[in-house]
Nanobody
Framework: QVQLVESGGGLVQAGGSLRLSCTASGSLLSITVWRWFRQVPGKQRELVAVKYSGATTDVLDSVKDRFIVSRDRVKNIFYLQMNSLEPADTAVYYC???????????WGQGTQVFVSS
């Protein structure tokens, strides 16, 4: 079992920054991929950033050069640093962990990000 708790969302003006945190606990060694998703009402959940069990990361094209994903293995926290925020980034952001060996995934409760113009 894996438990994920997001924090760090809030209201920010366009051009500002936020850092989202996903604090993880449980069977973390089994996790193959760490991901951040976002969702706005009426739309499908969108994959924003990925961090694989090694050092490889990837982000959505529309947030390249603005969002950075990282993980602190000691503190068991997965981060999403969001810079130069735009109103289009407004969404609920979710942390996700996928266990490849069982094809099982875990979700946090989400944290709201609102970017004002």
């Amino acid at each position: 079992q894996v438990q994920l708790v997001e924090s760090g969302g809030g209201l920010v003006q366009a051009g500002g920054s936020l850092r989202l945190s996903c604090t993880a606990s449980g069977s973390l060694l089994s996790i193959t991929v760490w991901r951040w998703f976002r969702q706005v009402p009426g739309k499908q959940r969108e994959l924003v950033a990925v961090k694989y069990s090694g050092a490889t990361t990837d982000v959505l094209d529309s947030v390249k050069d603005r969002f950075i994903v990282s993980r602190d293995r000691v503190k068991n926290i997965f981060y999403l640093q969001m810079n130069s925020l735009e109103p289009a980034d407004t969404a609920v952001y979710y942390c996700n962990a996928w266990v490849g060996s069982t094809d099982r995934e875990y979700w946090g409760q989400g944290t709201q990000v609102f970017v004002s113009s």
